[in-house]
Nanobody, 120 residues
Framework: QVQLVESGGGLVQAGGSLRLSCAVS????????MGWYRQSPGKQRELVAS???????NYADSLKGRFTISRDNAKNTVYLQLNSLKPEDTAVYYC??????????????WGKGTLVTVSS
């Protein structure tokens, strides 16, 4: 059974930093694009950043420069470094991954989310 397990959320003061991690577990062939989304109360889930297996990154325009996505392909893990955090960054952050369960078949998976709370 494939699972995405997130960690690293928590409470931080404005201006602080956090590092989120998301590991893909289970019997898989590989992982293509991985990404992070976030959802604040009353708002739609939005893309934060994504990264391909080759390392090409894509960021939400409003978050460029403060957040950095990276991955370790050997560990099937994606990271999100959050710097200069603001109260408006408070949200549940979700990991997403295109997982190749078999060489020619895959599915898109979501993690359960990790809460990031930024206090002013």
């Amino acid at each position: 059974q494939v699972q995405l397990v997130e960690s690293g959320g928590g409470l931080v003061q404005a201006g602080g930093s956090l590092r989120l991690s998301c590991a893909v577990s289970g019997s898989i062939f590989g992982v293509n694009t991985m990404g992070w989304y976030r959802q604040s109360p009353g708002k739609q889930r939005e893309l934060v950043a994504s990264i391909t297996s080759g390392g090409t990154t894509n960021y939400a325009d409003s978050l460029k420069g403060r957040f950095t996505i990276s991955r370790d392909n050997a560990k099937n893990t994606v990271y999100l470094q959050l710097n200069s955090l603001k109260p408006e960054d408070t949200a549940v952050y979700y990991c997403n991954a295109d997982v190749l369960v078999y060489e020619a078949w895959g599915m898109n998976y979501w993690g359960k989310g990790t809460l990031v709370t930024v206090s002013s």
